[in-house]
C-alpha cells in the first residue's frame, strides 16, 4: 500500500491485537492514513473499527502490534497524549458541553490564560477565526452550544480539534445526523482540511458517501484486515459490499406476507404537537408496517414520540384498541404494550454501562422485583430468552451493553420491548450507524415480527428503507400528513415530488 503522489504517512499500524474477555476484537489489523487524504474505514458493524479507533486515539491500549507517527513507534497512554502529538477524534456521540459558549467549548481544557487569567477576548478572536478556516463564519463564539443543531455542534468539535494544531482527524459517523445539504456543506470542510495536508480518517455506514469523500479505503472484517488502502475510485460498490459482507447486493428486503389488514390496534385522530406538527391521523394494524417519510426535521420523530407518551400532544387523541391513551404519559403508553426505540438509542434507550441482562429487564423490573430485591435468576432467564430470539451477539448477557456493535444494541432495545410483551413498537431510525449486513438482519427481524402480529411504525430518513419495509408509506412535510400509499404504489422520486410541493404550500 503506497502513497498517492508521495503523500507523507502520517500513522501506521502494524498486527495491532486487543483482547477483551471472551472477544478478540482486533486480530492483527493493518491500517495506514497519509497527510492529506480522506481514508474511509469500512466493516460491518462488530467488525472491529470502534475498537481500533480507541486504539488509535488513546482510549484503549493494543495489547500487541505497533503503532508509528510520523516514522516513530509510539505508545499513547490516553487520549490526552494523542490529542497533544496531533490525533484528534470526533464521536458519533458529540463530547460538546450544553451550557457553555462555542468559544469556551473549542478551548476547553487548554482555555487562552494571560497572566493567570482567562483572555476571553482572545478566545473569541480564535474562535471566531477557527470557524472562518471552517467556512461557518455565521456561528457566533458568544453562542451557547446547547441552541446549535448537531451539524453545528459538529463544526465546534472540529474547532476544538484546530486549535490544537492537530494532523489527523478522526471522524466517527460524522453524517449520520445531518441532512443532504449539511453533509454537502461537511463534504467541502473534509476537504478544506485535506488541502491543507491534514489527513482524515472517515467511518460511514453509507457506502455512497464514501464514493463522494473518500481517497482510499480499509475494510475490516471479524476483527481482520481484510482490504488494506484500496483506492477508492478504483473499486466498485458491489466489490466493497462484498468485501464487508461476502455477498454483493447492498439492499435485500424480506418479501411482504401478502395476508389482509388485521385488526386496528394503534389510531392516530388529528394529533398535534404546537409549533411542530398538525393534525395528524392514521391507523395501523395488527401484523402491519406504516412507514413516516420525510426530511429531517419534517416532525417525524416527534410525532412518534408523543404517540408514546415522551411529548404531551397539544391536540387530537393517542388509541390503542379504541381506548385512548392519556396525553404525555409513557406509563400509560408501556402498560398498553407499546414500546418506543428511540432515534438516539445510546443517549435516549440504553444504559449504556448497565449489562444486556439490565437493559433488556428495563420495562418489566418491578415485576421481576419482591421487595426491592430483584430476582436475579428470574431476570437473567427472561433477558436468555430474548438474546436467543433475537440473536443477539454476545455469549455473555452480563456484559455492559456499550461494549456491543451497533446493531446488537438496536437488538437489545427490541428485546425489551418483546419482554415486556409490546406488541405495538414505534422504531425510529432502526438501522442507523448500522452496517451493510447487519442492516439486513434488522430488516429480516422487523418484517418477522409484524408477520407475528405486532404493529409497527418504522421512521427511516432512507426513503428505500421505508418504501422496501413498509406496507403503507405517510410522507411527511413541514409538519402535515401530505399524502399516504400502498407501498408498493409509490417511489422515492414521488416522495421527494411530494416533500417539496408540501414544504412549498
Known amino acids: 500500500m503506497g502513497n498517492d503522489a508521495g503523500r507523507k504517512t502520517l500513522l501506521t499500524a502494524q498486527g495491532v491485537v486487543k483482547k477483551f474477555p471472551g472477544v478478540i476484537a482486533l486480530d492483527g489489523v493493518d491500517f495506514e492514513v497519509d497527510a492529506g487524504e480522506v481514508h474511509c474505514l469500512l466493516g460491518q458493524n462488530g467488525a472491529g473499527k470502534s475498537t481500533l479507533i480507541k486504539v488509535l486515539s488513546g482510549a484503549q491500549p493494543p495489547d500487541a502490534g505497533t503503532i508509528t507517527w510520523n516514522g516513530e513507534p509510539v505508545v499513547f497512554h490516553d487520549p490526552v497524549a494523542a490529542l497533544r502529538a496531533g490525533i484528534a477524534t470526533i464521536y458519533q456521540e458529540l463530547d460538546v458541553v450544553d ?13 487562552i490564560a494571560t497572566a493567570g487569567f482567562s483572555n476571553k477576548a482572545a478566545a473569541h478572536d480564535q474562535a471566531r477565526k477557527l470557524l472562518e478556516r471552517l467556512g461557518h463564519p455565521e456561528i457566533s ?11 453545528g455542534k459538529q463544526i465546534v468539535s472540529m474547532a476544538r480539534a484546530l486549535s490544537r494544531d492537530v494532523k489527523l482527524i478522526i471522524m466517527d459517523e460524522p453524517s449520520a445526523v445531518l441532512d443532504s445539504e449539511e453533509v454537502t456543506r461537511l463534504f467541502k470542510v473534509v476537504r478544506d482540511l485535506t488541502a491543507e495536508g491534514i489527513g482524515v480518517v472517515y467511518i460511514s455506514h453509507r457506502l455512497e458517501e464514501i464514493r463522494q469523500v473518500g481517497d482510499r479505503l480499509t475494510v475490516l472484517k471479524d476483527g481482520r484486515t481484510v482490504a488494506n488502502g484500496l483506492r477508492v475510485a478504483d473499486t466498485s460498490t458491489e466489490e466493497v459490499i462484498s468485501l464487508m459482507t461476502g455477498h454483493a447486493s447492498e439492499t435485500s428486503f424480506p418479501p411482504r406476507s401478502g395476508k389482509p389488514r388485521g385488526d386496528v390496534r394503534l389510531t392516530v385522530d388529528g394529533l398535534g404537537l404546537a409549533g411542530v406538527f398538525s393534525d395528524i391521523s392514521f391507523d395501523v394494524a395488527a401484523g402491519e408496517i406504516v412507514g413516516l417519510a420525510g426530511l429531517v426535521g419534517s416532525g417525524r420523530s416527534e410525532i412518534v414520540e408523543t404517540l408514546f407518551g415522551a411529548r404531551t400532544a397539544t391536540t387530537g387523541r393517542v388509541l390503542v ?12 403508553a408501556v402498560a398498553a404494550k407499546v414500546g418506543l426505540c428511540p432515534e438516539e438509542r445510546k443517549s435516549q434507550g440504553l444504559l449504556l454501562d448497565e449489562s444486556v441482562i439490565r437493559n433488556i429487564t428495563l420495562a418489566v423490573f418491578e415485576r421481576l422485583a419482591k421487595a426491592g430485591f430483584t430476582n436475579g435468576g428470574a431476570e437473567l432467564e427472561m433477558a436468555q430468552q430474548q438474546v436467543d430470539r433475537l440473536q443477539i451477539g454476545t455469549t455473555d448477557p452480563s456484559r455492559p451493553v456499550r461494549t456491543l456493535s451497533g446493531g446488537n444494541q438496536q437488538k437489545v432495545l427490541l428485546g425489551r420491548w418483546l419482554a415486556s ?17 447487519a442492516r439486513a438482519e434488522a430488516y429480516d427481524l422487523i418484517r418477522a415480527l409484524a408477520d407475528a402480529g405486532v404493529a409497527i411504525v418504522l421512521v427511516s430518513s432512507d426513503l428505500e428503507e421505508v418504501i422496501g419495509l413498509s406496507d403503507r408509506v405517510l410522507v411527511i412535510s413541514e409538519g402535515r400528513l401530505v399524502f399516504e400509499s400502498d407501498a408498493a404504489d409509490i417511489t422515492e422520486h414521488k416522495i421527494l415530488d411530494l416533500i417539496m410541493e408540501g414544504s412549498l404550500a
Open 99 to 111: 451550557g457553555l459558549t462555542v468559544a469556551e467549548n473549542i478551548f476547553l481544557g487548554h482555555e
Open 141 to 151: 463564539p458568544d453562542r451557547e452550544v446547547g441552541t446549535l443543531r448537531a451539524a
Open 321 to 332: 384498541d379504541g381506548k385512548p391513551l392519556r396525553r404525555g404519559s409513557t406509563a400509560e
Open 421 to 437: 410483551g409490546a406488541d405495538i413498537l414505534l422504531l425510529d431510525e432502526p438501522t442507523r450507524g448500522v452496517d451493510v449486513g
